[in-house]
């Protein structure tokens, strides 16, 4: 079956930061290609979500909320606030792959900062996927997120590669951190299992998602 011309045209007209897959050989353009989408997506989702009530915090144009309404999440809502209203994304994005791929998906706009038990509610499975080397205060906002998740959190995040085992964590000034203003703090990967110990997770895996090993994927579970 052709793409639809109609569609493709309302795709194209769009500022994509995921691909996204609409079937029948239609792409949308983006910076984080469909394969990489594909290959993140069963990193993280590592065990069956079916029936399961998942939170994507910083969704963006909500790749990985569609991939868990895809696996069978019996629930499904997807944040962000920082990327619909900073110029670094289009909310239209969303909307658009969810009407068409994902229409149950909820969607809320909330900023990360206000994110609580009492805005959201409590889910199975929390995503908190690169946002945390973007706060200003991580710990804090780790520790509200965390408070949302009855049994796992997944967190991916850029790290600094220090030789230690002690937990440690840099503070990058300005642009210090990748060129980009909005990145503040990278941790090593001893202190985020650290932190997320703390914060209450018995079991910690760890996996490095890209080849240069400056990203770090971590499954926090309760249990």
Same mark, same amino acid.
């Given at each position: 079956?052709?793409?639809?011309? +109609?569609?493709?045209?309302?795709?194209?007209?769009?500022?994509?930061?995921?691909?996204?897959?609409?079937?029948?050989?239609?792409?949308? *353009?983006?910076?984080?290609?469909? =394969?990489?989408?594909?290959?993140?997506?069963?990193?993280?989702?590592?065990? =069956?979500?079916?029936?399961?009530?998942?939170?994507?915090?910083?969704?963006?144009? $909500?790749?990985?909320?569609?991939?868990?309404?895809?696996?069978? +999440?019996?629930?499904?809502?997807?944040?962000?606030?920082?990327?619909?209203? $900073?110029?670094?994304?289009?909310?239209?994005?969303?909307?658009?792959?969810?009407?068409?791929?994902?229409?149950?998906?909820?969607?809320?706009?909330?900023?990360?900062?206000?994110?609580?038990?009492?805005?959201? $509610?409590?889910f199975d499975m929390v995503l908190f996927l690169g946002v945390f080397y973007h706060l200003r205060h991580p710990f804090?906002?780790?520790?509200?997120?965390?408070? !949302?998740?009855?049994?796992?959190?997944?967190?991916?995040?850029?790290?600094?590669? !220090?030789? =230690?085992?002690? &937990?440690?964590?840099?503070?990058? &000034?300005? +642009? /210090?951190?990748? /060129?980009?203003?909005?990145?503040?703090?990278? &941790?090593?990967?001893?202190?985020?299992?650290?932190?997320?110990?703390?914060?209450?997770?018995?079991?910690?895996?760890?996996?490095? *998602?890209?080849?240069?090993?400056?990203?770090?994927?971590?499954?926090?579970?309760?249990l």
């Amino acid at each position: 079956m052709p793409p639809n011309i +109609a569609l493709k045209r309302e795709i194209d007209a769009l500022p994509w930061f995921h691909q996204i897959d609409f079937g029948n050989g239609l792409l949308s *353009p983006g910076r984080i290609k469909a =394969s990489k989408i594909a290959r993140m997506s069963r990193l993280i989702f590592d065990r =069956s979500i079916a029936g399961k009530s998942v939170l994507d915090i910083g969704c963006w144009d $909500g790749a990985y909320s569609i991939e868990a309404a895809r696996r069978g +999440a019996a629930r499904v809502l997807a944040t962000d606030h920082y990327v619909w209203h $900073g110029g670094w994304g289009d909310r239209r994005c969303f909307e658009l792959a969810r009407a068409h791929l994902a229409p149950q998906i909820e969607v809320m706009d909330i900023d990360v900062r206000h994110i609580s038990v009492e805005s959201l $509610g409590r889910f199975d499975m929390v995503l908190f996927l690169g946002v945390f080397y973007h706060l200003r205060h991580p710990f804090k906002v780790l520790e509200q997120v965390a408070a !949302l998740a009855q049994e796992m959190l997944v967190v991916e995040s850029r790290l600094v590669r !220090l030789l =230690s085992r002690n &937990p440690l964590m840099r503070f990058y &000034p300005g +642009a /210090g951190l990748d /060129g980009d203003p909005t990145n503040w703090w990278a &941790p090593n990967r001893a202190c985020m299992a650290a932190m997320l110990r703390d914060l209450g997770f018995a079991r910690i895996r760890f996996q490095h *998602p890209d080849w240069r090993l400056r990203r770090g994927l971590f499954h926090a579970e309760r249990l």
